[in-house]
T-cell receptor, first 113, second 114 residues
Framework: AQSVTQLDSQVPVFEEAPVELRCNYS??????LFWYVQYPNQGLQLLLK??????LVKGINGFEAEFNKSQTSFHLRKPSVHISDTAEYFC???????????FGKGTRLHILP | KAGVTQTPRYLIKTRGQQVTLSCSPI?????VSWYQQTPGQGLQFLFE???????NKGNFPGRFSGRQFSNSRSEMNVSTLELGDSALYLC?????????????FGPGTRLTVT
């Protein structure tokens, strides 16, 4: 069975500093990988996705993620965060064999002034 | 193009009651998925409807049900509410089934069960 682990429930970081949000998944087959962002009182918005091809994926708002098959990881990074990046971030995995998606528990990103 | 809309946005019910939540997808989208979001369990997939048929179902009891109409609007019903059903219920729409890379979420309905 698939599972997604987001190792940090909260990550504080100073404004303009770099950030990495960690995500590991378990699956024995090929997967699609996603990062979503949820701003306060809103639904989820897709940040980026890995379907195939290049392992470095660039998304919206300056975020990028790298798919590492050997480490079964899909960590999200941004070189310089802004106060507007304050949100909860969800990693998700979808098994290519079925039409289901599993989400991690989320990581709250706190931007410190 | 209008986004995914969910009504109502907030709801308070008491234990034992039932509730119906509504989701209107983006125009042209035929798939609607429902998710439950709680602080303890995170986001969990409830079910997906495509062309008025349930295509996928998560691990939730039979008290959770849904349906989709010919205009792709979807409703979710929870009967015999329990305190643990308090959550943010999100729906998402996409053109086709399983299109998680092209899934658009609504703002959610926050259900509080007292």
């Amino acid at each position: 069975a698939q599972s997604v682990t987001q190792l940090d429930s909260q990550v504080p970081v100073f404004e303009e500093a770099p950030v990495e949000l960690r995500c590991n998944y378990s699956s024995s087959v090929s997967v699609y990988l996603f990062w979503y962002v949820q701003y306060p009182n809103q639904g989820l918005q897709l940040l980026l996705k890995y379907l195939s091809g290049s392992t470095l994926v660039k998304g919206i708002n300056g975020f990028e993620a790298e798919f590492n098959k050997s480490q079964t990881s899909f960590h999200l990074r941004k070189p310089s965060v802004h106060i507007s990046d304050t949100a909860e971030y969800f990693c998700a995995v979808s098994d290519r064999r079925d039409d289901k998606i599993i989400f991690g528990k989320g990581t709250r990103l706190h931007i410190l002034p | 193009k209008a986004g995914v809309t969910q009504t109502p946005r907030y709801l308070i019910k008491t234990r034992g009651q039932q509730v119906t939540l509504s989701c209107s997808p983006i125009s042209g989208h035929r798939s609607v998925s429902w998710y439950q979001q709680t602080p303890g369990q995170g986001l969990q997939f409830l079910f997906e409807y495509f062309s008025e048929t349930q295509r996928n179902k998560g691990n939730f009891p039979g008290r959770f049900s849904g349906r989709q109409f010919s205009n792709s609007r979807s409703e979710m019903n929870v009967s015999t509410l329990e305190l643990g059903d308090s959550a943010l219920y999100l729906c998402a729409s996409s053109l086709g089934t399983g299109n998680f890379d092209e899934q658009y979420f609504g703002p959610g309905t926050r259900l509080t069960v007292t």
